[in-house]
């Protein structure tokens, strides 16, 4: 066979066989993801089937406690009456059996629903519910529900797109193979039979486009980082995002885009290699995607003037405050774009930023809106003449104003803490 032909087969055996691996990979550890999700959302449904059976035995408990109590006054009081006759008529006899059982009768369910009652405080409590902080379990179960459906159809979309992706590919294959199975009779037509199979194996490769882009990706972030193309470290982040395409529920393509974010935010090639499992995680905690969690992680992290290698902690911060509070990834990235200068300038670290944003999002103010209350709200207990003397005069001396009276170099009252 002719070397050059030979050479084009083997590109087109590469360029097909690379991202059907990946793709199959992908749809493997996203089916796993929507499994984990579903068994998750069932758990927390039974959890909330549970405080509220819980809460309605109660009060039927509580309902039948009150007809025990007036079934027995009115068995007493019969009883008091039935004492005084002589001769007691059967009607009256008859009535007062009755009164005693149906006493025996409340009696009896009373003790069993108490019963179940605390078999079901016993099984909450095995799961983690206290039972004296039902409405805060029950406030929780509800955004973990509502975060869990949001999860799951985004990993419903992302399987469908992972099934369409291999659709596709699958298709390229079997073009390819059926190109390959004539290739005998291609190289018996000499020059004319040479173009045929050229432009069949020109359409293969065109087809492939997963492989070009991911090229095209990867060519951005050498760009970016001022690497040579046959280097350590680009073939070191190339390697990455193949793996991380194929070891998660995210793409090639999506790892190199988040790789990229880190390039121009600064990042070394080393740091974008540490940095990126934490984006990961970030991202798929947060349903969005890497490349723009990759843009929110990076820019929190230079406005509070941290070094890359805390992107770990970043990420860890972002998703704890997310997951405990009304706001979103999204949400916190806006926030902490108007806060953050303000709140590292002063010495406010950024956990407690984030506890502060994440606090605001509870009372429905995210977003810009919350960036901005928070810098106003620093920015005003940082102004020595007169948060500081209002607080001095009331004899309240706060953490958060300590840490802005050294920021200042305002000297600190002796007061009460708070």
Do not use: C
């Amino acid at each position: 066979m002719n070397p050059l032909k030979l050479q084009i087969l083997l590109e087109g055996v590469n360029k097909i066989t690379a991202p059907l691996k990946a793709a199959s990979g992908q749809s493997r550890i996203t089916a796993q993801d929507l499994l984990a999700t579903k068994k998750r959302i069932k758990e927390l449904e039974t959890q909330s089937g549970q405080i509220n059976g819980y809460r309605t035995l109660g009060r039927q408990i509580g309902a039948t406690r009150a007809q025990l109590s007036q079934a027995q006054r009115d068995a007493q009081q019969m009883a008091q009456q039935f004492a005084k006759v002589e001769q007691p008529t059967k009607a009256m006899t008859r009535a007062m059996e009755q009164a005693k059982q149906k006493v025996r009768d409340l009696s009896q369910q009373e003790r069993e629903m108490v019963a179940r009652h605390g078999s079901m405080k016993r099984a909450m409590k095995e799961t983690g519910i206290n039972t004296k902080q039902l409405g805060q379990h029950q406030r929780q179960l509800k955004t973990d529900l509502a975060a869990g459906n949001t999860q799951l159809d985004q990993q419903r979309a992302k399987l469908g797109q992972v099934a369409a992706q291999q659709k596709r590919l699958s298709e390229i294959k079997a073009s390819y193979d059926k190109t390959m199975s004539i290739r005998g009779a291609i190289a018996g037509y000499g020059a004319a039979g040479m173009a045929t199979g050229a432009a069949g194996l020109y359409k293969i490769n065109s087809m492939a486009s997963v492989s070009l882009d991911f090229d095209a990706q990867m060519s951005k972030v050498q760009a970016l980082t001022r690497l040579q193309k046959g280097s350590d470290e680009l073939a070191m982040l190339r390697r990455q995002a193949r793996d991380l395409g194929a070891s998660t529920s995210f793409t090639a393509m999506d790892a190199a885009g988040g790789q990229g974010f880190l390039a121009m935010a600064g990042f070394t090639p080393k740091a974008i290699k540490d940095a990126m499992p934490g984006i990961l995680d970030m991202a798929k905690a947060g349903g969005m995607e890497i490349a723009r969690s990759a843009d929110i992680a990076s820019n929190i992290l230079s406005g509070f003037q941290l070094p890359a290698s805390e992107m770990g902690r970043v990420g860890d911060t972002l998703v704890a405050a997310f997951t405990r509070s009304n706001t979103s990834l999204e949400m916190l990235g806006e926030t902490m774009k108007y806060a953050a200068p303000v709140a590292s300038g002063l010495g406010i670290d950024l956990e407690t930023a984030a506890a502060m944003a994440g606090k605001l999002g509870d009372a429905g103010i995210q977003g810009s809106m919350a960036g901005t209350g928070i810098a106003g709200i620093l920015t005003r207990l940082a102004k020595p003449k007169e948060a500081t003397k209002a607080l001095d005069k009331l004899g309240i001396k706060t953490k958060a104003m300590s840490q802005l009276r050294v920021a200042w170099g305002a000297p600190a009252p002796h007061a009460n803490m708070l």
